[in-house]
């Protein structure tokens, strides 16, 4: 492969893990993975959790260390975007279990099979019967956001391992590591500005540096929502502090800026919603009411009342909040 081609790549392609030990977070499931890909004996797993914490890519690794040079033929990856009805689990993935394959002693093939939760229930009552069959030969490694999502039957047939969302550290420092590989121009608010909008999704992270670094050339909170086109959260936060003084006035001004701007409900909503989570002015029990008061705006919007006065009543209701002990003074 030239340079120019690496360099083509995408910043989340070009800088995936291929061994366990660079992949980031969620450290301890890691070690787990990591005794399986020493001992050898891998059994079939399901790994959980939000999108692009690094469950495909633990995976791969894994498989990449089980297997060495046979990886290309022991390794069926199957993802949402390929068919995975009745037929395909008969047909495709128990043609490759029967598949004669050299590999290394005591290793097993595996079968990746992506967004699992996603496949009809008839493939994966199909899918137990196969794993079972071909169980001296063949390991199944399924990726899933929702485990409860898979049936009862193939979960008590596998290891199931949890993958939580990233912590804001371990985003910054790789982060930071391909800023330097890149040699990418950037300030500490563009960096917190990308965890920010991430939440928790390395991925995500990744892509909106890459945008930005594309798009402007140095990155900058700015920058960075002008990209991702969010609420930017300094102007979220004086609306927050205007309803702590219950100055429903300036909160409204603000308001009607982020709204003027044209930006959605949800998009406003969702961003009140993690600026308060994160927010240390706040006391935590007015913290808590706000979050439950945002948390019934944000269900009406959802359910199809996406307009300025159902934001302009979350507003109000905030700045009541704080208004209780004077109205009551007499």
């Not at 020493?38 to 959790?49: V, Y």
């Not at 990449?64 to 975007?81: I, M, T, W």
């Not at 390929?82 to 008969?90: A, K, M, N, T, Y």
Request: hydrophobic share 40%; aromatic share 6%; charged share 25%.
């Amino acid at each position: 492969m030239t340079s120019t081609t690496a360099y083509e790549l995408p910043w989340v392609e070009k800088y995936r893990p291929i061994v366990l030990d660079d992949v980031v977070g969620n450290s301890d499931t890691i070690e787990r993975l990591k005794v399986i890909a020493k001992d050898g004996n891998c059994p079939h797993i399901i790994i959980s959790g939000m999108p692009g914490i690094g469950k495909t890519t633990s995976i791969h690794c894994l498989a990449h260390q089980l297997l060495g040079d046979a990886y290309k033929e022991g390794v069926l990856e199957l993802n949402a975007s390929d068919e995975r009805g009745i037929d395909v689990v008969r047909n495709k993935i128990k043609t490759f279990a029967q598949k004669k394959v050299t590999l290394p002693k005591g290793r097993h093939k595996i079968v990746i099979l992506d967004e699992a939760d996603s496949m009809t229930p008839g493939a994966q009552q199909a899918l137990r019967r196969t794993m079972e069959i071909y169980s001296n030969t063949t390991r199944f490694c399924l990726a899933c956001n929702m485990s409860n999502k898979i049936i009862e039957p193939i979960q008590s047939r596998c290891a199931i391992l949890r993958y939580a969302k990233l912590r804001d550290q371990e985003i910054l420092k790789r982060l930071i590591e391909i800023c330097d590989m890149e040699k990418v121009e950037h300030s500490d608010d563009g960096l917190t500005a990308l965890i920010f909008t991430s939440e928790g999704d390395m991925r995500q992270a990744i892509n909106n540096l890459q945008s930005t670094h594309s798009g402007f050339g140095f990155v900058s909170s700015d920058n960075v929502f002008k990209v991702c086109d969010q609420p930017h959260p300094i102007i979220v936060q004086t609306t927050i502090r205007a309803c702590l003084k219950g100055d429903i006035a300036t909160a409204m001004d603000k308001l009607n800026e982020l709204w003027e701007q044209g930006y959605s409900a949800v998009d406003i909503v969702v961003t009140i919603f993690r600026v308060v989570k994160t927010f240390d002015e706040i006391p935590e029990y007015t913290k808590l009411e706000y979050i439950k008061e945002i948390g019934f705006t944000h269900m009406r919007i959802l359910e199809g009342v996406g307009t300025l006065l159902q934001l302009a009543g979350l507003i109000s209701r905030l700045c009541k909040m704080n208004l209780k002990d004077e109205l009551f003074v007499v």
